[in-house]
Nanobody
Framework: QLQLVESGGGLVQPGGSLRLSCEASGFSLGSYAVGWFRQAPGKEREGIACIGHGAGMMTNYVDSLVGRFTISREYGKNTVFLQMDKLKPEDTAVYYC????????????????????WGQGTQVTVSS
């Protein structure tokens, strides 16, 4: 069965850090661009970071998170990470990873319509 599973969420204090993981089973995630998305209460799901499939590791970030969030992967491997630093209460959300609908995309998009396979999400709560 094809699966994407996020892990690493939890409760963290403002200014703290968290590292999320997205691991695939049933397919080779290294063949696909991958995006991280989040959905806060009362808000639409938004793309925050993505990374292409190729050796170039091309990335895109939503402007407001550049410098605090970092997406990464090892070339050809089955796990993608999201390092989150200097967390703020407004970062509280359910975080999802997703796979691009088409294999072989060396660049990536933050548009959620580009992604057709999603994990179940992991809760991140930033509070003192």
């Amino acid at each position: 069965q094809l699966q994407l599973v996020e892990s690493g969420g939890g409760l963290v204090q403002p200014g703290g850090s968290l590292r999320l993981s997205c691991e695939a089973s049933g397919f080779s995630l290294g063949s696909y661009a991958v995006g991280w998305f989040r959905q806060a209460p009362g808000k639409e799901r938004e793309g925050i970071a993505c990374i292409g499939h190729g050796a170039g590791m091309m990335t895109n970030y939503v402007d407001s998170l550049v410098g605090r969030f970092t997406i990464s992967r090892e070339y050809g491997k089955n796990t993608v990470f999201l390092q989150m630093d200097k967390l703020k209460p407004e970062d509280t959300a359910v975080y999802y990873c997703a796979r691009d609908w088409r294999a072989g995309s060396e660049n990536c998009s933050l548009w959620k319509g580009r992604y057709n396979f999603w994990g179940q999400g992991t809760q991140v709560t930033v509070s003192s």
